[in-house]
């Protein structure tokens, strides 16, 4: 896998993926787009949700939505690296098993989220969930 970043200007770079996609990063204090850090953090969730999602399908459940709420913690001092990272899963549908969105979270964190495996190993990551029904 390969990519690009360029510098545009000021605190503002454009990445672009070995799949020909471009994403806007913004490094300052204007905000134009996600920091470098607020990308990881939503890498993890999107990762882990499409596992969710996959598994979640797999089993037959009937939902019709999901959300991960990430929250984070960084370390004081440079390098301000994620010591805690939680994601709060939120399904929505009719009858889903907590027995098959745990299993399926649990799936995900252990063996599939490359993102979430991969900072697992400096990262102390828990995950939460619940169910609203339709």
Same mark, same amino acid.
């Given at each position: 896998?390969?990519?690009?970043?360029?510098?545009?200007?000021? &605190? #503002?770079?454009?990445?672009?993926?070995?799949?020909?996609?471009?994403?806007?990063? &913004?490094?300052?204090?204007?905000?134009?787009?996600?920091?470098?850090?607020?990308?990881?953090?939503?890498?993890?969730? /999107? /990762?882990?949700?499409?596992?969710?999602?996959?598994?979640?399908?797999?089993?037959?459940?009937?939902?019709?939505?999901?959300?991960?709420?990430?929250? @984070? =913690? %960084? @370390?004081? #001092? #440079?390098? %301000?690296?994620?010591? *805690?990272?939680?994601?709060?899963?939120?399904? #929505?549908?009719? &009858?889903?098993?907590?027995?098959?969105?745990? %299993?399926?979270?649990?799936?995900?964190?252990?063996?599939? /989220?490359?993102?979430?495996?991969?900072?697992? *190993?400096?990262?102390?990551?828990?995950?939460?969930? =619940?169910?609203?029904? =339709?």
């Amino acid at each position: 896998m390969q990519a690009n970043v360029k510098w545009v200007d000021g &605190d #503002t770079f454009v990445g672009l993926s070995h799949s020909g996609h471009n994403v806007v990063f &913004d490094t300052g204090s204007d905000s134009a787009a996600p920091s470098p850090m607020e990308m990881v953090l939503m890498s993890a969730g /999107c /990762c882990s949700s499409v596992d969710v999602v996959s598994i979640l399908q797999k089993s037959k459940q009937n939902f019709s939505n999901l959300e991960v709420k990430l929250s @984070a =913690e %960084r @370390a004081e #001092t #440079t390098p %301000r690296v994620f010591t *805690k990272i939680n994601l709060h899963f939120v399904v #929505t549908g009719k &009858d889903v098993s907590e027995k098959h969105l745990s %299993r399926a979270i649990s799936l995900s964190a252990e063996k599939y /989220c490359s993102v979430a495996l991969m900072l697992d *190993k400096t990262v102390d990551i828990t995950h939460s969930y =619940e169910i609203v029904e =339709e």
